[in-house]
Every structure is written in C-alpha cells, then in structure tokens.
C-alpha cells in the first residue's frame, strides 16, 4: 500500500457533515446487525430455561451468568464442557503447530537442496491441496480405524495435518531471504540444520505467528472430522459436541447450557484473532495468495 | 525461481520432507485412491466380499434423482452465500474506507464471526428462528408469517443460507476493505474534480479496480460453499426437510456414515474430487491474473 503517489490529505472528498454521520449510522447499524447473534446468545446465557422459553426472551442479560456457566463447565449435557474445550484445545494446537513443523522441514528441503524426485515431491505436496477431508471421508475413516486411531488425539489432528498452504508460504518466503546468508553459512562450515536453526527460524518469525492465527482456527473450527472419530463422548470437541447437546426427540433443549457452551466454543479463535488481529490479517491475506 | 546457493546431500532433505510425505501418503493420497477403487466394486450385504461392476456405481448415482437435486439444491445453495457473503461486506467495506476515524474500531468489532465455527454459527441461528422459543419466529409471526424452517424447504435453505453466510461476511470485508485502501486517491480526487458523484465513481472507477479482488472472492466463497458448510447444515436441519438442502458433501455423509452405502458413497466421492480439481485450477488461474494485474 505504500506509494510515492501524491496524496490528497484524507477527507477531500465527501467526508464532512450529514455525510459522515449518515456513514457512521450505517456502519453503526451494519455492526449491531452482525453482532446481533453473537448478542442474544450471551444474553440467553444469563437467563433460566424458562425465561428464555416465553417467548419474547428478553434482550438484556440476567442474573444467572455465574449459575449457567458453572453447569456447563462442570456437569454440561453429555460430558463436561471443560473436557471438551480441553480436547479442542489439544486438537488445534496440535494441528496449527503440527501443520507449521512439517510445513517449515519440507519447505527447507525444497529450497536449499538440490536432490533426486524433489521436483515430484513438491508437486505431490501440491496436489494434497485438492483433497480436502470432506471429498474422502469414508476412505480416511477406514485408515484411522485401521491403525486404531479412532477416539485419540493422534486420530483428530494427523489426517489434518499435512498442508500445502503452509509449505507455498514458507517457500515463498524462504527464496526472498538473500543467498547471501546461506553462502555466509556455508563459508563458517555451519552445517544446514544450524542454518535452518539459527539464521532461518528467527527471520521466520512473523510468518509463523501469522500462520498460527489462521491453522489454530481451522482446527479449532473442525465439525465433520471429529463428528466422525470421536464416538465416546469424552473425546468430544466443542464445536462438534455442541449439537451433540441437543436432545432427539421431542424433548427441550437445555438453553442456557447450550448457549453459555457456543459461546465457550468461541471465546478461545475470538480471542487469538482480536489480539492478534495484525498478523491475522496478514496471515490471511499471505495464505491466500 | 531457484535458490543459487544450495546445501550438499540428499539424506538430509529426504530426512527433512519426510513427515509431510507420509502423511499425504498415508492420510491423502491413500484414501483417495481408496475411495477410486471402491467406486468401481459393490460389496455384498454382508461386506463379505466385493463385485466389481466397473462404472455402474456411477451410472447408479446419475440416475438417482435425488443425486441429481442435491447438484441442483448445491448450485443454489453456493450462489446464494455467495452472493449474500460478498454483497453486504461490499457494502460494509465502502462505509469503512469513507472513515478516516473509527474505521479501526468497526474492523475490530465485524471481523468477530470470522472465529466463530460454522457449527456454532449454526447453533446461533437456529436459536434465533426456533419455531417455539426463538426471537425472530416469534415476531415474523407477530407479523403474521408463520415461519417453520422445519417443514418449509424454502425456508430451511434460506436459513442455512444466511447462517453460513454471516462468518463469511468478515472475511469478504477484510479482503474488500484492504483492497479498497489501496485504490488510488489521486484517481477518485480527479473524478471528483470533473464532477462525478459517489455513486458514479464508485460504480465506473471503484468498482472495476476492485474485479481482481471479486474474482479472487467469488471462487474462494464457493470453495467455502461447498467443502466448509457441513457444520451449518448438519447443525441446523441434517440436509432436510425432504432433503432440500442436502448438498454434494453432506450427501457423502449421509450415504457413507448413515445409510452405509459405501459404492455410491465412494464414487461421490470421486465427482467431488473433480469438482475440487477443477475449482483449484481456477482458484489459481484467477489468484495469477490478480498478481499480475
């Protein structure tokens, strides 16, 4: 975004009076609508079942926040929420961290050495990228059942684990880090995992955290994989254990708990991104590309 | 591009690319071509044994014709949170980029649903449109609509629609956003000067400098559409009701896992596979015209 363009001091066009004040509304109006959601669920996590259950639930929060969240956290519906967000947390961390190891090895081996079938392997790390977990479920369930994976957190974080993404990513930052480094460590007699160590890894720094932001996400926002491998309840993550809540049948659901556990399940990825939110949106918008 | 200074040996990097190889080996490419092999076979009702009735599964599956809705149900499906994801953080984002104070704020407060997962996202607007309890049935019915997402298809797809499209909503501003600060100045000032008005410039300047980013969003929004809304649907209304929003993903699902159809579910597996394919290529030939616009 950085040029050496003339620009006209902000405000030149249109950013004065009824203007402004009709952007801030809209604005302000588009927010609220957005946040509405999230909103009614927080309230709806203070209040009792049944002043949620006369309808119109009210709209500011109650008394019960402490009350609800406690149940949930403790007793929750199938198994306590704490253990889900634990296995959430297990499971993210596990990907993001997993997937940015694996990434950064490849990636160095791809870069800066030259040896037989690099060319194929780094196509077949490229072709991973079409084979999203929702095109081969059936498959990939019977190979984790296979090896008796199923129920385990080596089960809910490997098959996700492997990412082209992250991979492009570091090759592409690693070919903008000048020769110049390599060559001085090779001439000093480092050996390459020094280089890769102390030079490579510190300079990486950002893109990592960049990076982290975006994979500790995906996998805390997984559904369908753990839906499927995770058939006893205390292996359960949040976002899938979530509907898990609802009871079949006829019978009502526990509001409060339900919704004092979604917004549980959201406060950890809110939390990374709003703090992180700079190198969020790098990382995003790198990822991409 | 190549690097000019490389290291020696060839341990080394095998030793180092190794992790992510075995891993694509075992978890990727294995079940994928699992999933070609089993499209071919049909196993008998006992999973005894398996007979091979080369491309039957396929013609099987084309023929069914609730095979053939749901590609009909996913096309509507994806253009719909397409359209209602990309539209509305347009908006946001042209109202942002006119602020010179605050824009910061409302960034922070609209990228909030990014983080939320679809299958919470899910369970958030289910509890608004509950046809007992939930806020916004009840006052479409004060109004006198009577709405039911349970028994209405239409309005079950509208409602999976909407709850998949909100989170997307942040990430389409984030996108527009950054790319509408990077238009020009100098260009909308001289526009001005010669008297065209906002709406004016936005639509012969604004918007056709943004297309890269359009193009870059439409194809991202329906890989999402398809591959990423599962937690929505199977949260909100398990592809009913009468299968009215049983997309291509949710269908592998539903006939590999529910219904134990593993044939028909493997050779779903493998038109999603070209479907994937084909999205990918042209997620690449757009992302390279955007670089080199």
Redo the contacts between chains.
């Keep these: 975004?950085a040029?050496n363009?003339?620009?006209?001091p902000?405000?030149?066009?249109?950013?004065r009076g009824s203007a402004?004040w009709l952007?801030?509304l809209?604005?302000i109006v588009?927010?609220l609508v957005?946040?509405f959601?999230?909103w009614?669920?927080f309230v709806?996590s203070t209040h009792t079942q049944s002043e949620?259950?006369q309808?119109?639930?009210p709209?500011l929060p109650g008394s019960h926040l402490i009350e609800n969240y406690t149940r949930a956290l403790f007793s929750g519906v199938n198994v306590p929420v704490a253990t889900m967000l634990f296995n959430s947390m297990v499971m993210a961390l596990g990907i993001a961290l997993g997937k940015i190891?694996?990434?950064l090895?490849?990636a160095?081996?791809?870069?800066?050495?030259?040896?037989?079938g690099?060319r194929f392997?780094f196509w077949?790390?490229f072709?991973?990228?079409?084979?999203?977990v929702?095109?081969?479920?059936?498959?990939?369930?019977?190979?984790?059942a296979g090896f008796g994976l199923l129920n385990s957190y080596s089960g809910l974080i490997?098959?996700l684990?492997?990412s082209a993404t992250a991979?492009f990513l570091f090759r592409q930052f690693?070919?903008t880090v000048p020769?110049e480094l390599?060559?001085a460590a090779?001439v000093d007699g480092a050996r390459?995992?020094r280089?890769f160590l102390d030079i490579l890894l510190p300079m990486s720094r950002t893109n990592i955290a960049a990076l982290f932001v975006i994979l500790f996400?995906y996998g805390?926002?997984q559904?369908?994989w753990p839906?499927?491998i995770t058939t006893n309840p205390e292996m359960n993550t949040i976002?899938?254990g979530?509907?898990q809540m609802f009871p079949s049948g006829d019978d009502i659901a526990d509001?409060p708990v339900?919704?004092a556990t979604?917004i549980l399940?959201?406060v950890p990825?809110?939390i990374?991104?709003?703090s992180m939110?700079k190198l969020?949106?790098r990382g995003?918008?790198d990822s991409?590309? | 591009m190549e690097k000019r200074v490389t290291f020696k040996g060839w341990l080394l990097p095998m030793l180092l690319i190794a992790p992510q190889l075995i891993i694509s080996a075992v978890f990727f490419f294995y079940p994928a071509g699992e999933a070609v092999w089993q499209s071919l076979f049909i196993p008998d009702p006992f999973g005894l044994s398996m007979q091979y009735v080369g491309l039957g599964n396929f013609e099987y599956l084309f023929s069914d014709p609730y095979y053939r809705a749901s590609f009909l149900t996913t096309a509507v499906f994806s253009t719909l949170v397409t359209l209602v994801s990309m539209v509305p953080a347009l908006f946001l984002a042209v109202l942002a980029d006119r602020l010179v104070k605050g824009a910061g704020t409302y960034r922070t407060l609209l990228i909030w649903p990014y983080a939320v997962a679809p299958a919470v996202a899910g369970v958030l607007w289910l509890f608004m449109f509950n046809t007992r309890i939930g806020v916004v049935a009840f006052y479409l019915n004060q109004l006198g609509y009577d709405w039911n997402h349970v028994l209405n298809q239409r309005e079950a797809m509208g409602l999976v629609v909407v709850a998949s499209s909100w989170g997307r909503i942040s990430y389409n501003f984030l996108f527009y956003f950054a790319a509408l600060q990077a238009v020009p100045k100098s260009v909308i000032e001289a526009a001005a000067i010669d008297g065209a008005h906002f709406w004016r410039r936005f639509f012969t300047i604004v918007l056709p400098l943004l297309s890269p980013t359009t193009f870059f969003l439409l194809v991202v929004n329906i890989v999402y559409a398809f591959f990423e809304t599962f937690g929505v649907i199977h949260t909100i209304t398990s592809g009913g009701p009468q299968q009215a929003t049983t997309i291509l993903v949710y269908k592998v699902y539903a006939d590999g896992f529910v219904g134990q159809d593993l044939g028909s579910s493997a050779a779903q597996s493998v038109v999603l596979l070209v479907v994937v394919g084909i999205l990918t290529v042209l997620q690449f030939k757009f992302v390279e015209k955007r670089v080199h616009y």
Excluded: C
């Excluded at chain 1, 160095?108 to 037989?116: D, E, K, L, N």
């Excluded at chain 1, 072709?127 to 999203?132: A, F, K, V």
């Excluded at chain 1, 929702?134 to 984790?144: A, G, H, K, L, N």
């Design positions: 975004m040029d363009r003339f620009e006209p902000p405000g030149m066009v249109e950013k402004l952007t801030h809209l604005m588009g927010v957005i946040f959601p999230i009614l669920a709806a949620i259950a309808a119109p639930m709209v190891a694996i990434s090895l490849s160095f081996a791809i870069v800066y050495f030259r040896f037989p690099r392997f077949m790390i072709l991973t990228l079409m084979l999203p929702e095109v081969r479920i059936v498959p990939t369930y019977q190979v984790v490997l098959p684990i492997a991979t690693f070919l020769d390599a060559e090779r390459p995992m280089f996400i805390w926002n559904y369908l839906l499927l976002v899938m979530l509907k509001w339900i919704m979604s399940a959201m990825p809110v990374v991104v709003i939110q969020f949106i995003l918008v991409e590309k």
